[in-house]
Structures are given as C-alpha cells and as structure tokens.
C-alpha cells in the first residue's frame, strides 16, 4: 500500500487532535488577553512541544517505513 493512502494509527490522531485544540486555546488566549500574556505565551510552548513530538514521530515513521518496504 503506498505510503500516502496509509490510515493514520492511533499516536497521530491524538497529537493532531491535541495540536488543534492547543491552537485554538492558544488562539483565544491571544485575542483575549494579548500575544505576550503569559499564559499565551505557554500554550504556544505546549504547541511547540506537541508540534515537535508530532513532527519526530512522523520522521522515525518514515525511517521505519523505508526499511520495511
């Protein structure tokens, strides 16, 4: 099966649920209580941090998949 018609598992669904609603989070803290409040500020950090591990995942993802093929 190629690679892109993959269903995504279980990990991925929840950190890009996860990623969503942080940004929107952090999006209602911005408009709100302004870009630099601090607790904008921190869920831009979780979203860093979420993005991040979503991003390494999906890298080791694709190592693995090389070599299983």
């Known amino acids: 099966m190629p690679k892109n018609n993959r ?7 929840n950190l ?3 990623i969503n ?9 911005a408009v709100q209580k302004g870009f630099n409040h601090p607790e904008t500020i921190r869920q831009s ?3 860093d941090k979420l993005i991040y591990e ?4 999906m890298l080791q993802k694709g190592k693995d998949a090389s070599f299983s093929d």
């Open 7 to 13: 269903k995504p598992n279980q990990k991925t669904s």
């Open 16 to 18: 890009s649920r996860n």
């Open 21 to 29: 609603i942080i940004r929107k989070k952090m999006m209602q803290f």
């Open 45 to 47: 950090q979780l979203l």
């Open 54 to 57: 979503y991003q390494l995942y």
